[in-house]
């Protein structure tokens, strides 16, 4: 099981990332019997876009990544692939989407811990366990005071998924493929295990 936490400063964010090419290692060892890949975002109030985009594409192969601004109604979807393997490449190595992979949520998950659910429920390869999500989708603005005193604010750039052609907030959270009503069975491996285990 991989938890990622919330982090909002750079060296925070590297060390995520870190972990995640540590993970990546751990699971495409030779002869690894790992089948199954839970990442835990049922902690993680937000605040590193980067990671996150890292996760999906560790996720996914590809991160796709929509945005609208709420003042002009500009729209524009990116995509991005991680080199997770650290190889220089971008190939099959650096992605897990072959195995069988889960997300658990919870109420907590908010911003980008909003975002990376609502990648994986668009793409439908990731099964969402646990709670809906506590949905968040503008960007963070941070700023301070001339006399010090700092304070942030909702920005204008809205993560959206795009749906038909036409781009939708993520804001009311997602909803789990498979709702977990104990809380104790989010951290309880085996009763996890057990529900895995049924889905297949």
């Not at 795009?162 to 939708?168: E, L, Q």
Request: some cysteine; hydrophobic content about 40%; aromatic content about 12%.
């Amino acid at each position: 099981m991989i938890r990622i936490a919330e982090s909002t400063w750079a060296t925070e964010v590297e060390l995520q990332i870190r972990f995640l090419v540590f993970a990546n290692q751990q699971i495409r060892r030779e002869n690894s019997p790992i089948k199954n890949v839970v990442l835990d975002l049922s902690t993680n109030g937000g605040g590193a876009a980067s990671a996150a985009i890292w996760v999906i594409g560790w996720y996914l192969g590809e991160a796709q990544f929509s945005l609208t601004h709420t003042a002009t109604n500009a729209a524009t979807t990116i995509a991005y692939r991680a080199d997770v393997n650290l190889d220089h490449q971008f190939d099959d190595a650096d992605t897990i989407s072959d195995l069988n992979l889960f997300c658990l949520t919870s109420p907590f998950s908010f911003s980008c811990g909003n975002l990376v659910p609502w990648a994986f429920k668009a793409d439908g390869r990731v099964t969402l366990l646990g709670r809906v999500t506590d949905g968040g989708s503008c960007s963070v603005f941070f700023t301070t005071t001339p006399w010090g005193t700092s304070y942030k604010l909702s920005g204008p750039d809205r993560i959206s998924f795009v749906k038909k052609g036409a781009y939708y907030d993520v804001d009311r959270g997602v909803e789990p493929d498979y709702f977990i009503r104990d809380y104790h069975t989010f951290y309880n491996r085996e009763a996890l295990t057990e529900i895995i285990s049924s889905l297949k």
